[in-house]
């Protein structure tokens, strides 16, 4: 049998060496590109730590909330956006990630924008040669639905410099059809590519002093730009929704197939910027007093591979228990403890441990080394967060 590329000599494959399989081109080896090739986290929107499926959730305003893992909004208009975890999606996709305006803003003043962004953190790109002239070509492909049709736009940039930008449209076509779009991305050749990392946004919705009139190709600019004049406004209506799955961004002039990976893998990947510790069913989290009326503590392991030193809160319904005069848990800090059993920084990754200093209110009375505190996990409804987003 007659070698194929790339086993021993440079010969062309012919169909009967492809078993009858019809060549198109000389990329067709490309387009069945294999091996880990997704760049992003959480594209087919499997893991959601921080909501319950089916549920709406507020958008803080002109802040970077994050609903599904890695994917996180933006807006800043009047009006307020929700976002909802789903348990549907196209053929081949469980989940999707839904946005929907749950009030109205229908003129929009300068900096007045919302988005769907995730950012790829900086050790992840590298290798595109992001700044160079050996900067790599990509594509973007996903999976969109929308009541809305028209025009939408996605924009890049080097997140955190935010002076080199890349915006280009796409267009919904038809209404409540899930469609897929794929947009290839020439390489940045010029710019400083070493803070957070690219980020890649869907644009909602932009005021005219946040548009540009460079489409499709990198720019600088010291104000950041997410779309052009065709951008449609989807904060207009309560009614609008705008679903988004399956995003995949990977080397090479061609979108290729999904690459689903398992969930074990995914949650893994997700772990790195955000993860949270559910105590045991019927545990309690035994908190010993550091000798004062207000304070206690509670030490546990660091999430091994997170980014940076996390932040560390306590999330869901904490109950008081063994307290008397009903004293509850309202605040909590971190304090690094090192591989020594000292306290100091953390070093993520390391087999060190963190110790969270839980604050109570004054009233009422406690006994040195009570439990402070049930976990009431029997809903799932209580845990310790760690977090090192970009």
């Known amino acids: 049998m007659a070698n ?51 549920t709406a959730n507020n958008i803080s305003n002109a802040t970077h909330t994050y609903h599904v893992d890695r994917f996180k909004a933006y807006e800043s208009t009047d009006a307020i956006l929700q976002g909802v975890w789903l348990n549907s999606g196209p053929p081949g996709f469980y989940n999707s990630l839904q946005y929907t305006p749950a009030t109205a803003d229908t003129t929009l003043a300068n900096e007045q924008f919302g988005f769907i962004s995730q950012v790829i953190e900086l050790n992840h790109i590298r290798h595109l040669e992001y700044g160079n002239s050996d900067a790599v070509t990509c594509t973007l492909s996903f999976y969109v639905r929308s009541n809305v049709t028209g025009t939408y736009c996605i924009a890049l940039l080097n997140d955190g410099t935010n002076n080199r930008g890349f915006v280009t449209e796409y267009t919904i076509d038809s209404a409540n059809t899930w469609e897929r ?76 197939d999904f690459e689903h ?45 997170m980014r940076s030193e996390p932040s560390v809160t306590l999330s869901g319904n904490w109950t008081g228990h063994g307290i008397a005069g009903g004293k509850t848990i309202s605040a909590v800090a971190v304090q690094g403890i090192d591989n020594g059993g000292n306290a100091g920084t953390t070093h993520p990754g390391s087999m060190g441990a963190v110790s969270l200093r839980v604050t109570r209110n004054s009233s009422g009375t406690y006994s040195d080394r009570d439990v402070v505190h049930h976990d009431g996990w029997g809903n799932g409804n209580a845990w310790i967060a760690f977090e090192s987003e970009l």
């Open 181 to 256: 779009k794929v947009i290839t991305i020439p390489g940045d050749t010029s710019g400083t590519w070493n803070s957070n990392g690219l980020r890649i946004a869907w644009t909602l919705v932009s005021s005219g002093n946040r548009h540009t009139t460079t489409v499709g190709s990198w720019f600088t600019d010291s104000t950041v730009r997410y779309a052009t004049n065709k951008q449609v406004n989807f904060m207009s209506s309560a009614s609008n929704s705008f679903k988004i799955t399956g995003v995949q961004f990977e080397t090479g002039n061609y979108a290729t």
């Open 4 to 54: 194929l590329v790339g086993i021993g000599n440079s010969q062309v494959p012919t169909n009967a060496m492809l078993g009858g399989l019809a060549y198109e081109d000389c990329y067709v080896l490309e387009k069945v590109r294999s091996g880990r090739k997704n760049i992003i986290i959480n594209g087919a929107m499997s893991i959601c730590q921080r909501f319950a499926a089916n």
């Open 261 to 305: 990976r398992s969930y074990a893998e995914e949650l893994k990947l997700c772990q790195r910027y955000y993860a949270i510790f559910h105590p045991c069913t019927q545990a309690q989290i035994y908190i010993e007093s550091g000798g004062t009326e207000t304070h206690s503590f509670w030490e546990g392991p660091i999430p091994q591979g």
